[in-house]
């Protein structure tokens, strides 16, 4: 069993000619309006890989957004029963592509502030094999369904996207996993990072490699996985030496949801007694084949493709 713990947003994604300026008003291309939120597409990408039962713990508003969203989860199998509606609005990311493909975007959480450890949670947590978490609810959520978890069961941060973590948080942290980006954020300065940049000024993030950021994370917790976009993603635990899984090469079409895909798929197959190199091995083909496709949740494959494309 997999619980997902995170949000949920509906997006609003309109094409636009340029960015708009300060005070400015542009036309934009046809509204389109799908569901989203880096918890809810890990959660339907957890589910669509099969296996294991999966769960969403989140939040939605009494609007139609949250039936939008509820359909999405229990369509791709995802349980609902932990969803729970508050009288803020669903949570809403306002999106704009240029013609050129570089995306805005404001994220008004709405619900997902409000996103909590209850009792019904509380009940669900102990028969998760993985709980799965990522940073856009309370960080006192994400720290609370991590304690509720039983022992011997993973907890998973995708810590995106990247903020300050609590010591508290640190500690109960099984499995990190972060695109390179948010790597850079989080690895300790100093440590694996000053050995091994020690002609620069104590060492610094922006000049590490991945696998020097890997090492640098392993100081804190003992199992990271850093995705790397289409060269794949680099496993390291403590104590092992750092493992590169390739990405299959594939023509990109949008990339949103990659990421989610990769953190659903990884902790379904973990839930499954997948090692976590054969896990990341079937989560960087999963991300592979939702880049080829447009959206977020529209764009996760099922277990039959991403088995198909781990295999080749
Ligand atoms: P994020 O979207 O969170 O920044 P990444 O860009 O690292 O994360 O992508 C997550 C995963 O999706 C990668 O590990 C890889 O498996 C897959 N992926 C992303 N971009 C590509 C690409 N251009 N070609 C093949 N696979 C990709």
Redesign the pocket.
């Known amino acids: 069993t997999v619980v997902v713990v995170g949000s949920a947003n509906v997006d609003l994604v309109v094409d636009v000619p340029r960015h708009p300026g300060p005070g400015e008003t542009i036309l934009g291309g046809r509204l389109r309006r799908s569901p989203g939120g880096k918890g809810a597409n890990q959660a339907v990408a957890a589910a669509r890989a099969g296996g294991a039962d999966t769960w969403f713990l989140g939040a939605v508003g009494r609007d139609d957004a949250a039936e939008l969203l509820l359909e999405s989860l229990s369509g791709a199998g995802v349980r609902t029963d932990l969803v729970a509606r508050s009288d803020e609005a669903s949570g809403t990311a306002l999106i704009w592509v240029t013609d050129d493909g570089e995306n805005a975007i404001i994220v008004a959480p709405g619900a997902n502030a409000e996103v909590a450890v209850d009792d019904a949670a509380r009940a669900r947590l102990p028969g998760a094999d993985v709980v799965l978490a990522q940073l856009e609810i309370p960080l006192e959520t994400v720290l609370g369904a991590a304690r509720a978890r039983r022992d011997g069961a993973r907890f998973v941060l995708n810590a995106?996207p990247s903020r300050d973590l609590s010591p508290e948080v640190w500690d109960e942290i099984d499995l990190l996993v972060v695109?390179e980006h948010e790597a850079r954020d989080l690895a300790p300065a100093g440590g694996a990072l000053g050995a091994a940049g020690a002609t620069t000024a104590g060492g610094s993030a922006a000049a590490s490699t991945p696998a020097q950021l890997a090492r640098a994370l392993l100081e804190k917790v003992p199992a990271v996985v850093i995705?790397?976009?289409?060269d794949?993603?680099l496993v390291a635990e403590r104590g092992g030496e750092p493992e590169t899984v390739v990405?299959p090469?594939?023509t990109?079409v949008d990339?949103t949801g990659?990421?989610d895909t990769?953190c659903g798929v990884l902790a379904a197959a973990l839930a499954d007694g997948a090692t976590l190199v054969g896990a990341a091995r079937l989560a960087?083909a999963a991300?592979?084949l939702?880049?080829t496709r447009p959206g977020a949740q529209a764009a996760v494959p099922t277990a039959a493709e991403t088995a198909d494309l781990a295999r080749e």
């Not at 995705?227 to 289409?230: A, I, M, P």
């Open positions: 995106a695109n995705t790397l976009g289409g794949g993603a990405a090469p594939v990109a990339t990659a990421g990769f960087a991300g592979a939702a880049v």
